[in-house]
């Protein structure tokens, strides 16, 4: 059974609040992530989901509320200790964000190159392991211009793994990509919190992701969070909002 979240979260947003200009973004959003838990942000584009990731890895900062990452509080450190606790979180963007020139071997070792003393046969043999992990190890030489989406989000999976974090966030891991290539990314979030025990918070606009790999979803709509819940819990929610997104399909012409 998953532990309670309250007991100690991964993740704790208390009051996260977020506005550019006159748009309010997010709005009071409280959240808890239990550690080794998958937790999915569901919720239309526009409602505040990336920018919540941004917050809690501190690339902005909130109006109002606060962040705490394995029990510590962000908001307030200073560059130096926000890029040490950086240091245990993985992020994968939107668009896998890889490094045009260099290849896929050398964008998974960037972070190892970047943040840790390790040495050049340590530091391959770890890369190799990731690439095999994802299943990317024959593309090691290419370079990202050479490989499919799907590929790409495979390769930025490995280099948001590489320095063994206790927290994934991902960004709408599914954008962009075909329903085989959805599926393979899906199924590696599930192969990773098997074997790693790594938690995840995953925000999407993609039902079947949400569905096929949380242990919990929270539906967000206009910076609010409307329920949060197993997703049984929320498919059988009564609010008329969550019903409307959960069975939204194209109508027949």
Aim: no cysteine; net charge negative; charged share 30%.
């Amino acid at each position: 059974m998953m532990e309670n979240a309250t007991n100690n979260p991964a993740i704790r947003l208390r009051g996260l609040t977020k506005s550019f200009g006159e748009q309010k973004v997010l709005e009071r959003v409280d959240l808890e992530v239990a550690r080794g838990e998958t937790m999915n942000v569901l919720g239309r584009s526009g409602t505040g989901k990336s920018v919540m990731l941004k917050l809690i890895i501190g690339l902005q900062k909130p109006d109002g509320g606060d962040i705490e990452l394995n029990g510590e509080p962000i908001t307030s450190l200073t560059l130096d200790d926000l890029n040490r606790v950086r240091k245990t979180v993985g992020f994968l963007f939107q668009g896998a964000a890889l490094y045009d020139s260099m290849n896929v071997e050398e964008n998974v070792a960037f972070p190892l190159r970047r943040h840790t003393k390790m040495e050049d046969d340590e530091r391959q043999t770890r890369v190799r392991e990731l690439l095999s992990r994802v299943g990317m190890e024959e593309a090691a030489r290419k370079m990202p211009s050479d490989i499919s989406g799907g590929m790409k989000k495979r390769v930025a999976i490995a280099r948001a793994l590489v320095i063994e974090p206790q927290l994934i966030l991902y960004d709408e891991p599914t954008s962009e990509l075909d329903p085989l290539s959805a599926v393979v990314i899906g199924e590696e979030i599930i192969h990773l919190k098997d074997r790693v025990g790594v938690t995840s918070l995953i925000v999407t606009h993609d039902r079947d992701l949400a569905f096929g790999v949380s242990d919990r979803i929270a539906v967000i709509n206009e910076g609010r969070i409307l329920t949060i819940g197993t997703p049984e819990e929320v498919k059988h929610k009564a609010d008329p909002l969550i019903q409307k997104f959960l069975h939204a399909n194209l109508r027949h012409l």
